[in-house]
């Protein structure tokens, strides 16, 4: 069964340390989401591509992170410099088109210290 | 703005019983629900979902109500089993994007 592949699995950095995350969507997913999930809430948006074009980073703290999926295939997101406050697990979602589920990678723990 | 919510963070019920979890909305756009299940270290994993022309969907022991004029839904797991325990997550979308999430609940089911 295809997965949306998710990496590193574990991240600990210190603050003002640059972090990237990468994801592989599921293959023939045009549509990959970045989320953000602290403890204690359910995921937050923060990016949407269809294929290699954003079409939603209204969530995106885009003076510390950014996200690209230069090919529209596999994602990186990047955070520089890391905040305390940006420790979560950030999660990659992809979907094949509309209508259809999303389907989640295993996600990033990030800890930021 | 937390347009989906789980008011109960935990629900802990016996193995064979009936699990009721609970999500309200307050979007009147949400016009499509989802349900995902979330294991420590995974992903959340989709469920069940129901779109909001119906207002029940069945697969197995899992069914998700949708009442719209009270903006609620709830999933019932029939019947449960110890490895249902997981968080169990609500979600909400209109137009097929931008799926709202609610904080989700902590389900454990007692052998």
């Known amino acids: 069964e295809a997965e949306v592949a998710q990496s590193p699995r574990y991240k600990i950095t210190e603050k003002s340390q640059a972090v990237a995350f990468w994801c592989d969507p599921i293959?023939?997913?045009?549509?990959l989401y970045w989320y953000r999930q602290i403890l204690g809430q359910g995921p937050e948006l923060l990016v949407q591509?269809?294929?290699?074009?954003?079409?939603?980073d209204s969530q995106l703290p885009k003076d510390r992170f950014s996200a690209e999926r230069l090919k529209g295939v596999d994602s990186t997101l990047k955070i520089q410099p890391a905040e305390l406050g940006d420790s979560a697990m950030y999660l990659c979602a992809s979907k094949r088109g509309s209508p259809d589920t999303q389907y989640f990678g295993p996600g990033t723990r990030l800890t930021v210290l | 703005d937390q347009q989906v919510k789980q008011n109960s963070p935990s629900l802990s019920v016996q193995e064979g019983r009936i699990s009721i979890l609970n999500c309200d909305y307050t979007?009147?756009?949400?016009?499509?629900f989802l349900w995902y299940k979330k294991y420590p270290a995974e992903g959340p994993t989709f469920l069940i979902s129901i779109s909001s022309i119906k207002d029940k969907n069945e697969d197995g022991r899992f069914t998700v109500f949708l009442n719209k004029s009270a903006k609620h839904l709830s999933l019932h797991i029939v019947p449960s089993q110890p490895g249902d325990s997981a968080v169990y997550f609500c979600?909400?979308?209109?137009?097929?994007?931008?799926?709202?999430f609610g904080a989700g609940t902590r389900l454990t089911v007692k052998p």
């Open positions: 293959s023939g997913h045009a549509t």
């Open positions: 979600a909400a979308m209109y137009n097929n994007n931008d799926m709202r």
């Open positions: 591509f269809q294929d290699e074009s954003v079409v939603d």
């Open positions: 979007n009147s756009m949400f016009d499509y």
